[in-house]
């Protein structure tokens, strides 16, 4: 008996020591405590999904991309997912945007069943978008990027952008639009960059962007503009990138506009009516490294005059003639 006793005491002995060797030290407890959310933290850990979904219809509407935005640019970055067929896996964090094609084109309304923040950036250019179809976009208010160019969007599609509060980039080149249609964006602070070439604006319809103090790059290409419309410009501080090419009523006396954009880098004035007079004055723009001025009368020793007063701007100035107007008139009305 005692020996059986004696075997039993020690069986129990070994036991325990096996449960102290498995059972944490008091540092490493102390560390696991330490690494583990806390709170509602520890909660949102365990109920984070692992991927978000995107709903659209079951015929393919485009492909969606993931962006990524730098709050210090006006540029940003994107890389394809999938295509927009069906319910699509995207990451929890990711912002995402959808490039439309032909079949989504088609019918815009599928974009009402997203969630409003379901989609940041909208490219839906070349298609024949209406007034009404522009509709679709009123509850994507954490739209950041539009792309909506040559398509038949006009003044009455374009007042639906007021609800785009978190617009950073906007892209309706060749539109329907006119120069009333520009009120709606003066509350859209968040801008950065405006593309909107070969519209029908004026001067008086540049006085609703004046309060853009965002506005890093604008381009307005052929948009009938003037010196005195480029001049409500004049307080957009940020503005690195100006193009107003294709503007004839752009002369020498829109400099001083143009020198009060101190943190300017690229300037365009592709065939406008500004001269030597006033190229010479643009070496007054400190960071100044592009400038083209294509179609410009400027001589082979005006131009190297210009290479040595900014000897750090590339300077383009094009040789290419310019294409015969009459080229597109209707070959029936050449003949008469």
């Keep these: 008996m005692p020996i059986h006793f004696e075997q039993e005491t020690l069986l129990l002995a070994s036991l325990a020591l096996s449960l102290l060797l498995l059972l944490p030290t008091p540092s490493a407890l102390a560390k696991k405590q330490s690494d583990a959310p806390a709170g509602k933290d520890a909660k949102a850990a365990v109920l984070k999904p692992k991927v978000k979904y995107l709903n659209f219809p079951e015929r393919s509407v485009g492909f969606v991309q993931a962006y990524t935005f730098s709050p210090d640019s006006f540029e940003f970055g994107a890389s394809r997912i999938a295509n927009a067929c069906g319910r699509v896996a995207v990451p929890p964090d990711a912002e995402c945007g959808l490039v439309v094609n032909y079949d989504g084109a088609q019918d815009l309304t599928f974009l009402n069943k997203l969630a409003p923040g379901a989609l940041v950036v909208l490219q839906c250019n070349n298609f024949e978008i209406s007034d009404e179809q522009f509709l679709a976009i009123n509850h994507l208010e954490k739209m950041k990027v539009l792309e909506l160019s040559s398509t038949d969007i006009g003044n009455r599609g374009f007042e639906h952008l007021k609800t785009c509060s978190s617009l950073v ?93 101190k943190n300017l880098i690229h300037l365009d004035l592709t065939d406008t009516s500004v001269t030597m007079v006033g190229f010479r004055q643009l070496s007054k723009l400190p960071k100044l490294t592009h400038f083209g001025f294509a179609f410009s009368s400027v001589s082979e020793q005006q131009l190297a005059e210009l290479r040595r007063l900014m000897p750090h701007c590339q300077i383009t100035n094009s040789r290419a003639g310019k294409v015969p107007l009459d080229v597109f008139e209707p070959i029936s009305k050449k003949r008469h």
């Design 169 to 261: 980039e906007l892209v309706m080149n060749s539109c329907l639009i006119t120069g009333p249609a520009l009120a709606s964006l003066k509350d859209l602070t968040t801008l950065k960059r405006l593309v909107i070439d070969h519209n029908d604006l004026d001067d008086a319809s540049l006085a609703s962007l004046k309060g853009l103090k965002n506005l890093m790059a604008v381009r307005l290409q052929a948009c009938k503009i003037g010196d005195a419309g480029l001049a409500h410009l004049k307080g957009c501080e940020r503005l690195t990138h100006v193009d107003i090419g294709l503007n004839k009523n752009i002369t020498d006396k829109c400099l001083p506009t143009l020198l009060s954009f």
